[in-house]
Each structure stands twice: as structure tokens, then as C-alpha cells.
């Protein structure tokens, strides 16, 4: 069990420093003479992290399976002594921290992903229509009204639907966790000039002044619980997408997410 655990606290420095590494490098990599060796570096450090993250989620698995299997045996047990019931309760605390980690992960190995977008010619409002429709139930359970207003004409992209729809989603979940289960989340599409446009806003808390410019620099979060990646990864990808995404803010009336995405001509 301890070369186990020293096992995994290995793996988990190696991905921190990998980390360090990629955001590093993803800094630096300004200067156009040595752009294409960075990006070489880059990618191969993002592989090494990729592996990295997968070696962790192995045994964070393992330990997950046997927690589910310890609790049943407890909640089987004849003789529900109060030793037993804090047992319980210590292993629901250890699960809900397992799933979070599990969670950052995921999010992380999104971030650092470099894989080549598989675009194709699709409507930007079809897109958002999928999400608005996947998320609406989510939304509904925390007391949440998504309003849509689709544009009255085809807004045709080169997109990586994946992608996009994982954009659209970590900017939907964004806005929920922004007003703490209540309030409405507003989807607007439109044509400004040569550009397809998509706005997201929310009626949440709004972004503190200080925080405002950090809100796509990886792992800040206003939320203690936060991967802090979510808006970085949206970021990176519309940036992918030779598209701009922007945010417009005023404290205790909600966030308006702007995204910029190059017509098909």
C-alpha cells in the first residue's frame, strides 16, 4: 500500500511539474524565431503530461472501486455501530474528493490536448440549438431558464463540432455556477460583418474588477472549488478556430461571454 501511494504521489509531481512546463513554454513561445521549436517542446511535453494524467487516473480508479465496495460492505453490516456510521460518512467525504480530482483531470488533459481540429463547414446555430437542448435539463434542476435567440440565417463555420460544443458547455456551466441556482441563462447568435457571433450571459454575482483580467489565465478561479481551466480551454480553442472570445461584466447583475468565430465566405 506505501509503494502504492508513493507511486501515485510520484506521478502526481511529475504531471505538476509537466504543467509548470507547458504553461511555461505556451508563454514564451512569442518570439517568432523559435516558435517552431517551442511548439515542437510543447507538444511533446503535453504528450508526456497526457500519459502522465492517464497513470494517475489509473489508480485514482482503483481506489474509487474499492471505497464503493468498502461502503456497501458497511451499509450491509448487521450491526450499525457509531464507529462504523463515522466510516461512512469519512468515505462519502473521500469519494466526493475523488470525483473532483477526477474532474480536474479531465480538464486538464483538455487543456493540454494539441490534437489537429477535424473541421467542417457547419452551421453555428445548429451547434448551439444541440447544447441548449443538451444543457437545458441540467440548467432546470438548479432552478435555472436558458432563453435562446438563434439568428434568422444560416451562420456556416469551419468548426470542429466537438470542440465547439465543449466550448459552449464549459461557458454554460460557467454561468450556472455564477448564480448559485437561480436566475436565467440568455444564448444569442448573430452576423457582425464577416463574423459569426455567439453570447452567453448570466444574471449572476458579475466578476470582481480585480479579478476581471485573469479570467483566462489557467487555474485562476473566483471559486475555491474551481479547476480554473474551463474558460482557458474555451479560449484556446476559439483561438483555434481563428476566432476571438471576450467577456463584458458588472457586479450583481451577470456576465456576457462574446464569441467571434470567421464566416465561411
Known amino acids: 500500500m506505501q509503494q502504492f501511494i508513493q507511486r501515485f504521489g510520484v506521478a502526481l509531481l511529475a504531471v505538476i511539474v509537466s504543467t509548470v512546463a507547458v504553461l511555461w513554454f505556451?508563454?514564451?513561445?512569442k518570439n517568432q524565431t523559435q516558435k517552431k521549436e517551442k511548439q515542437k517542446q510543447l507538444e511533446q511535453l503535453s504528450k508526456l503530461t497526457g500519459e502522465l494524467t492517464h497513470e494517475i487516473k489509473n489508480p485514482l480508479s482503483t481506489i474509487k472501486v474499492n471505497l464503493k465496495l468498502t461502503a456497501e460492505d458497511l451499509q450491509n453490516s448487521e450491526n450499525k455501530s457509531q464507529t462504523t456510521r463515522r466510516a461512512l460518512r469519512k468515505i462519502e467525504v473521500i469519494q466526493k474528493e475523488m470525483d473532483r480530482l477526477e474532474q480536474i483531470l479531465e480538464s486538464f488533459l483538455r487543456y493540454v490536448d494539441n490534437a489537429e481540429l477535424q473541421k467542417t463547414p457547419l452551421d453555428i446555430n445548429s451547434i448551439?440549438?444541440?447544447?441548449?437542448d443538451f444543457f437545458s435539463p441540467k440548467a432546470h434542476s438548479h432552478s435555472i431558464t436558458i432563453r435562446h435567440q438563434l439568428c434568422g440565417k444560416p451562420l456556416l463555420c469551419n468548426i470542429d463540432e466537438n470542440m465547439m460544443k465543449q466550448v459552449i458547455l464549459n461557458l454554460f456551466i460557467n454561468a450556472t455556477q455564477a448564480m448559485n441556482d437561480q436566475g436565467e441563462l440568455i444564448v444569442k447568435?448573430?452576423?457582425?460583418?464577416?463574423?459569426?457571433?455567439?453570447?452567453?450571459?448570466?444574471?449572476?454575482?458579475?466578476?470582481?474588477?480585480?479579478?476581471?483580467?485573469?479570467?483566462?489565465?489557467?487555474?485562476?478561479?473566483s471559486r475555491s472549488r474551481g479547476s480554473g481551466l474551463g474558460l482557458p480551454t474555451a479560449?484556446?480553442?476559439?483561438?483555434q478556430h481563428n476566432g476571438i472570445i471576450y467577456v463584458d461584466t458588472e457586479q450583481g447583475k451577470g456576465t456576457l461571454f462574446t464569441i467571434e468565430i470567421p464566416l465561411i465566405s
Open 189 to 221: 447568435t448573430d452576423k457582425r460583418k464577416k463574423n459569426a457571433i455567439i453570447q452567453i450571459s448570466d444574471t449572476g454575482t458579475g466578476i470582481a474588477p480585480d479579478k476581471l483580467p485573469f479570467v483566462f489565465e489557467p487555474y485562476f478561479s
Open 235 to 239: 479560449k484556446r480553442i476559439v483561438e
Open 128 to 132: 448551439v440549438s444541440d447544447m441548449v
Open 26 to 29: 505556451r508563454k514564451s513561445s
